[in-house]
Each structure stands twice: as structure tokens, then as C-alpha cells.
């Protein structure tokens, strides 16, 4: 089969009259999936061309400056509340992949036995992977931006590495395990893990949008319930201190002057730390297909990284579009 589709690929540039040779439904599936390629390679390279423009063409901003809507930002990583399942590294966003060498998997029957035989020398087969979804606080010298992940094409350094023992049992299933148990020797595993740690320079670029702080009124009625929620905890200090019949319950006059307490209280906190400040976010445009990246890469690095990548598509794009006129030209024309 392999070598079928090897024929099928190379023979229209060895010999022009090959098409020729093939009957109509050969000729016409092969055909046409080579125009589906050639469509979606072309896209591939235009959308990695066009992330590589935005990033150049696209002014780095200061957090406290930024207009809102489109933006880039560029500071560092300001909270570690993630450990990554591997390595057990403190970061604030981490991805990993656990894989085993296909000949190690379980062997089954049919398609599954064949892939296995087929790949056993060189592929390798995921068996957990994942990645988390905590927001990551980026930090500038002018304030802070919350980065929502979803809907992010992350771009971080990566470590890899081998083990012959498998870092996380539990994503073993029961044929994998059995495979495992029943072999004399132990099966190797592949960890690879991309992490944004405290370390790293972190870039990026999104919709840019600020929540205005709470009115006063908001802060002192949040402080205020939480107060009384506290003080509900307790409720023989709470009979204590305002429980003025003696009858060790709070009635209705009595929970209105608990409630007036902490108000008070809560409006003196507020005074003195009044919060003004807004919540800036960056998330992914909402009804345009702008870029939203997160990158431990530098702005050129980045924009180089996308450039590389279209560069590979187009190379493939020119090789499926000359197969298709290579082929119409082979049965039509000569």
C-alpha cells in the first residue's frame, strides 16, 4: 500500500504520461486529494504568514497605557500557583505527554495489531497527556493582566526526556499494565513537558480589556457580608456582643444592629484601602480572526517561529498544486 502511494505520488514527475495509465476513479480520487491538500497547506501557510505580520506590525503596549481592544504586551510571569506533574516544577502554566514505543503497547488484533507491527520500530503512542487551565497573571512595570489560556496558541520551551519507569501509574490502562507486568524487561516511557515558569519572559498578544474597579458602595457591601458571615461562624460571640435581651437569640432588631456594626467597620476599612485600581484582561477576539499567542519567546524569535512554519507549508503547498497540474496536464494535454 505504501508503496502504491509512493508511485501514485512521484512517477507523474518521472514520467508525464502516467496519468494516463490509470483508470478514471484512481485518477480522480488521487486528484482531488491532492486539491484538498493543496487548500489546506495554502491556508496553513497564510495564517502562519499573517500571525508572523500581526506580531511585527503590532506596538508592544505598558499594561496601565494599553487602549483597549487589540493589543501586545510583554513583562513576566508574576504568580507560581501550578506544580507540573512531571518534573514537579513550580510554574504558572505547564502541558505534557507521557508516550511508549508502539512495539510496547498491547497487541491486539486486527488494525490496532497491524499499526503496532507496522510502526514498532520507530513510533511512539501517547498514553496521557494534558495541560492546565489556570489564568496566568502577566507583570510589567506598571500593573498586572490577567491572561485567560482558552482559545491560546501557547508557545513555551519544552523539556524532554526518557524513563523506564512510568512518571504518572494511574494513566497506564489494563492491557498496557498487563503488557508491562508479563514482559521480562521494563518498557521505556518519553515525558515531554512545556512549562512558563518564574524564569521566563513571557509575551503576549490578544483582546486587550480593563474592568472598571467596584464602586464604594460594592467594596463596603462585600466586606460587609463577609463580616457577618464570619461573625455567623460564632454564634455564642455573636449573642455576646449583641444579643441585648439576654435571651441567647438574635431577633430581628438585634441582627439589624449586627448589621450596622459591620457596616461601620467595613466603611472604615474601605476608607483607608480603597481599591480604584482596574482589572486588565487579555483574552482571544471575539468575531475576528486576529492572533491571540502566548509565548515564553521573544517578539522576533516569535514572529521567526511563525515565518519558519509558513515557509514548510508553502514548500508543501508548491509540491501538491505542481502534482495536480502534473496530473490534468498528463491526461488532458500530452
Known amino acids: 500500500m505504501f508503496e502504491y502511494l509512493l508511485a501514485l505520488t512521484l512517477n507523474p514527475f518521472l514520467d508525464p504520461s502516467w496519468p494516463t495509465q490509470l483508470d478514471a476513479g484512481t485518477f480522480w480520487g488521487f ?3 491532492m486539491i484538498g491538500s493543496s487548500l489546506v497547506l495554502f491556508w496553513f501557510t497564510f495564517r502562519n504568514f499573517y500571525k508572523a505580520r500581526i506580531i511585527q506590525d503590532t506596538p508592544t503596549s505598558k499594561i496601565r497605557s494599553a487602549a483597549q481592544g487589540y493589543a501586545e504586551l510583554c513583562g513576566y510571569p508574576a504568580e507560581m500557583p501550578l506544580v507540573s506533574p512531571l518534573s514537579k516544577t513550580p510554574c504558572a502554566w505547564y502541558k505534557y505527554e507521557i508516550e511508549q514505543p ?13 499499526l503496532d507491527w507496522r ?15 489556570a489564568t496566568i497573571v502577566l507583570k510589567d512595570d506598571t500593573g498586572i493582566c490577567y491572561l485567560d489560556v482558552e482559545q491560546a496558541d501557547i508557545r513555551a520551551e519544552y523539556k524532554r526526556w526518557n524513563t523506564q519507569e512510568n512518571p504518572m501509574p494511574d494513566s497506564m490502562g489494563f492491557f498496557s ?6 514482559s521480562f524487561s521494563q518498557p521505556r516511557f518519553r515525558c515531554t513537558e512545556y512549562l512558563i515558569t518564574a524564569y521566563d519572559n513571557l509575551y503576549a498578544i490578544g483582546r486587550f480589556h480593563s474592568i472598571p474597579a467596584p464602586s464604594y458602595q460594592a467594596q463596603v457591601d462585600k466586606v460587609t457580608s463577609e463580616l457577618l458571615t464570619e461573625w455567623k461562624q460564632d454564634r455564642d460571640k455573636l449573642a455576646e456582643q449583641f444579643d441585648q435581651n439576654g435571651d441567647g437569640q438574635i431577633d430581628m432588631t ?4 449586627a448589621r450596622e456594626a459591620a457596616t461601620r467597620i467595613a466603611q472604615q ?5 480603597l481599591d480604584t485600581h482596574p482589572t486588565h484582561c487579555l483574552s482571544a477576539p471575539k468575531f475576528t480572526n486576529l492572533p491571540f499567542i502566548i509565548s515564553t519567546k521573544k517578539q522576533n524569535d516569535l514572529a521567526n517561529h511563525y515565518k519558519r512554519y509558513a515557509f514548510v507549508f508553502l514548500l508543501g503547498f508548491l509540491f501538491s498544486f505542481s502534482e495536480v497540474l502534473l496530473y490534468l496536464i498528463g491526461r488532458f494535454v500530452l
Open 177 to 182: 499494565g498487563l503488557s508491562q507486568m508479563l
Open 102 to 114: 508502539c512495539s510496547q503497547r498491547w497487541q491486539g488484533s486486527g488494525l490496532r495489531w497491524w
Open 31 to 33: 486528484t482531488l486529494v
Open 269 to 273: 476599612s474601605i476608607q483607608t484601602e
Open 119 to 133: 510502526w514498532k520500530h520507530w513510533g511512539w503512542s501517547s498514553i496521557k497527556s494534558g495541560a492546565s487551565h
Open 254 to 257: 438585634e441582627w439589624t444592629n
